[in-house]
T-cell receptor, first 113, second 115 residues
Framework: DQQVKQNSPSLSVQEGRISILNCDYT??????FLWYKKYPAEGPTFLIS?????DKNEDGRFTVFLNKSAKHLSLHIVPSQPGDSAVYFC????????????FGTGTRLKVLA | GAVVSQHPSRVICKSGTSVKIECRSL??????MFWYRQFPKKSLMLMAT?????????EQGVEKDKFLINHASLTLSTLTVTSAHPEDSSFYIC???????????FGPGTRLTVL
């Protein structure tokens, strides 16, 4: 049972344009969400997070939007740069005290120069 | 700060042998560490939660006797893959929870290949 899903396995965007990566979840107990960037054969690198009490969090070129009613979050990268090309994972955690992160299936972003 | 290391970065072993992977938080104390496994082009699958000084908590479907976890100190957790088989070949990643910053920091991963 995949509690966190990223339905687009890949995405190609032109340099300078906006990249929008989507993530859906099923567990209504999730209250903290994160986005990670990952290169092959490396560990994930934290990008940005959002708590369920917010619907938007912005950090430089990265903005995460959360729609709790739809159980959907998205990561916007603008402007996209070739160095952004990587696999992006969303992750979710619930306030159960376990601090476990459940990862989505990943979206491979390719930013074309 | 908040660096997590893993050793080895890659290991090749024969079927039937055991392999130990270390995860260290280099500049912070981690009472909780997590072990993940990633198959090619797949998600990171949480295997277990490693708690310092107590038994690990395994996710459903993960064999605790197969994947032995020890969290002997606040900066070190080890994962031992016992009697490894080719299907255990995977990319294993650990993370360490920085309690003061309420964040998890990931190690660089270990590529295990079982021949």
């Amino acid at each position: 049972d995949q509690q966190v899903k990223q339905n687009s396995p890949s995405l190609s965007v032109q340099e300078g344009r906006i990249s929008i990566l989507n993530c859906d979840y099923t567990n209504s107990m999730f209250d903290y969400f994160l986005w990670y960037k990952k290169y092959p054969a490396e560990g994930p690198t934290f990008l940005i997070s959002i708590s369920s009490i917010k619907d938007k969090n912005e950090d430089g070129r990265f903005t995460v939007f959360l729609n709790k009613s739809a159980k959907h979050l998205s990561l916007h990268i603008v402007p996209s740069q070739p160095g952004d090309s990587a696999v992006y994972f969303c992750a979710a955690s619930e306030a159960s005290g376990t601090y476990k992160y459940i990862f989505g299936t990943g979206t491979r972003l390719k930013v074309l120069a | 700060g908040a660096v997590v290391s893993q050793h080895p970065s890659r290991v090749i072993c024969k079927s039937g042998t055991s392999v130990k992977i270390e995860c260290r938080s280099l500049d912070f104390q981690a009472t909780t560490m997590f072990w993940y496994r990633q198959f090619p082009k797949k998600s990171l699958m949480l295997m277990a939660t490693s708690n310092e000084g107590s038994k690990a908590t395994y996710e459903q479907g993960v064999e605790k006797d197969k994947f032995l976890i020890n969290h002997a100190s606040l900066t070190l957790s080890t994962l031992t893959v016992t009697s490894a088989h080719p299907e255990d070949s995977s990319f294993y990643i650990c993370s360490a929870r920085h309690a003061a910053r309420n964040e998890q920091f990931f190690g660089p991963g270990t590529r295990l290949t079982v021949l």
